[in-house]
Each structure stands twice: as structure tokens, then as C-alpha cells.
């Protein structure tokens, strides 16, 4: 069975920092590109930040510079360490695994980050 499971969401001050995880299990994570997606109310999902299974990475540029998306295949767990945090910032934090190995996308069940003083 694939769990993708977020942690390390919360309420935030703007300028603040988060680490979110997200620890993966029942993929072939080492040959996973894993990636985090965030959906503002009214909004569509929009892609945050991607990195591949050899480890290269891509961010949406509104948090380039920000934010940083790493892997740790030991633990197959993803992080995203998010700083100088913004109002805009506020939304649903989702992680997603592609399996390239069995050619299959998936979602955790989201995570809550709100930037507000």
C-alpha cells in the first residue's frame, strides 16, 4: 500500500520558516521524482518545487530563492525548508511521488500552511 504522509505544517508569521516532510512508503523511492504542490483556497494545485531521483531540482518562480526542496533516499523522505515566508505563501501543501519504475503518480492527503501575523 502507498502512503505518502506530510508533517510539519502550522501558522506562521510572515518572514517566518517551516520544514515540511513527507516520508514515502510501497514506491520505488530511489527512482521517484518527488515533488510539492500547494493549492490556495479558489485556486488551482500549482507545482512548488520538484527534484529528481538524481537530484536535481526546479521551483515555481514566486518561491525561488525561498524555498528548498531535498531528499533523503535513506529515509525516503522529501523535505521542503521554506523561509522569508509571505502571506501569499497560505495554502495546502501537497506532496506527489512519481514512480518511474511503475509509471504511477501519487498524493499525500495535504498539509495546512498559514503565513499571518
Known amino acids: 500500500q502507498v502512503q505518502l504522509v506530510e508533517s510539519g505544517g502550522g501558522l506562521v508569521q510572515p518572514g517566518g520558516s517551516l520544514r515540511l516532510s513527507c516520508a514515502a512508503s510501497g514506491i520505488n523511492f530511489n527512482f521517484a521524482t518527488m515533488a510539492w504542490y500547494r493549492q490556495a483556497p479558489g485556486k488551482q494545485r500549482e507545482l512548488v518545487a520538484r527534484i529528481t531521483s538524481g537530484g536535481s531540482t526546479d521551483y515555481a518562480d514566486s518561491v525561488k530563492g525561498r524555498f528548498t526542496i531535498s531528499r533523503d533516499n535513506a529515509k525516503n523522505t522529501v523535505y521542503l525548508q521554506m523561509d522569508s515566508l509571505k502571506p501569499e505563501d497560505t495554502a495546502v501543501y501537497y506532496c506527489?511521488?512519481?514512480?518511474?519504475?511503475?509509471?504511477?503518480?501519487?498524493w499525500g492527503q495535504g498539509t495546512q500552511v498559514t503565513v499571518s501575523s
Open positions: 506527489n511521488a512519481y514512480d518511474r519504475l511503475s509509471r504511477r503518480n501519487y
